[in-house]
């Protein structure tokens, strides 16, 4: 097959910034998906629902013309959140709560320090039927970097999947075996995306040869052995398992830096990403469910309309790209890639 169409997809995962950087991440995610679940890790974290409305309406802005796009947002599970927050979020169409255990990831200063401290807060999503979505690790510093993910499933969620049954949850980019294993072992109710960078590439193309920047993300490349369990779970066909890129815009100089940020930008082509790995695993049929129809069904969504169509057909991503008043270099910018999206 050398030409794929598959109904409109869906990225429930991605980061779109604020201020001058929208212009680019917002016509980039809607020319690759229809809706996009938007994170709130902003400065400051977005844990009112003035800020989430305003953070939309700043979004909405910036859909080129012509364009179909509707940003999903989230709220931040800040200390302060609070059950009537919630309520009220949920109210104003708010569809997810995002956790970041404080010092996980980029913006997380504000995040979770002490997790029995939301346990009210968890109640509150619970009753209100709200999705929670997780960055899924430990963040004590004794901890190697390779085993936060598992460490995390183990010691965190496996007691809170106990303590709230009901809890619709999503446990974002995993990339571990282990998190594979997790989703499997549970009800319906608990998901997982999977980005492209964590199906592609192991921890070697971080490391190998030279210190690669724009590979480095977290939760960070684990083995091939985590890579091909990936791979198995979001070409098996299983609906707990769907897309979402996690594409995280850092400016040029603050990833190739002796401190670079992590997150990789892979908003410029992310569904030609996901084609390949899919093509590869001979599983070009599953590439619709996983991109298009999983994820709605989790989110109790209705379907977009329309589709999109894939050609295996080689193009090169350029170098950098413009990002506000700065560049970006996007992942796998300068490399030749086997498929591509018709516009
Ligand atoms: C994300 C970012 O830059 O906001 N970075 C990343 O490496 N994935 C944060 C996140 O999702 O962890
Ligand atoms: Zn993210």
């Known amino acids: 097959m050398s030409k794929l169409t598959i109904p409109t997809p869906d990225d429930f995962h991605i980061h779109l910034r604020d201020g001058a950087a929208l212009a680019r991440?917002?016509?980039d995610a809607a020319s690759q998906c229809a809706r996009a679940l938007v994170m709130p890790n902003l400065t400051p974290a977005l844990d009112?629902?003035?800020a989430v409305e305003g953070y939309r309406e700043r979004i909405i802005a910036h859909i080129p013309e012509g364009t179909t796009f509707t940003p999903l947002m989230s709220l931040y599970l800040?200390?302060?959140l609070t059950p009537q927050t919630v309520i009220e979020a949920k109210a104003a169409g708010v569809v997810a709560v995002k956790?970041?255990?404080r010092g996980a990831t980029t913006n997380s200063a504000q995040g979770v320090a002490e997790v029995s401290a939301i346990y009210p807060l968890l109640e509150a999503l619970e009753a209100e039927d709200m999705l929670l979505l997780i960055h899924g690790e430990v963040t004590d510093p004794e901890i190697d970097i390779f085993d936060r993910e598992a460490r995390?499933?183990?010691?965190v969620l496996c007691d809170l999947r106990v303590r709230f049954p009901r809890l619709r949850m999503v446990l974002e980019h995993i990339t571990t075996k282990r998190g594979v294993e997790f989703v499997r072992s549970q009800a319906k109710n608990t998901a997982a995306t999977i980005t492209p960078q964590h199906l592609?590439?192991?921890?070697n193309a971080l490391l190998v040869g030279g210190i690669k920047p724009h590979y480095y993300c977290l939760p960070i490349l684990k083995t091939e052995a985590d890579r091909a369990a990936l791979v198995e779970a979001a070409t098996s066909g299983d609906p707990r398992f769907f897309l979402g890129t996690d594409s995280a815009p850092h400016a040029q100089s603050a990833k190739e830096n002796a401190c670079g940020c992590a997150g990789c930008y892979s908003a410029h082509a992310s569904l030609a990403l996901y084609a390949a790995v899919f093509d590869q695993a001979g599983a070009l049929d599953k590439l619709g469910n996983f991109a298009a129809r999983f994820g709605a069904d989790f989110y109790r969504l209705p379907y977009?309309?329309?589709?999109?169509?894939?050609?295996r057909v080689e193009q090169r991503f350029p170098e950098t790209l413009p990002y506000g008043d700065t560049t970006i270099v996007p992942f796998l910018a300068g490399e030749r890639w086997p498929w591509r999206l018709l516009a």
């Open 25 to 27: 991440t917002v016509a």
């Open 48 to 50: 009112s629902v003035a």
């Open 78 to 80: 800040s200390d302060g």
């Open 99 to 101: 956790w970041y255990p």
């Open 152 to 155: 995390f499933i183990d010691e």
């Open 200 to 203: 592609l590439f192991n921890r």
């Open 304 to 311: 977009n309309p329309g589709t999109v169509t894939l050609e």
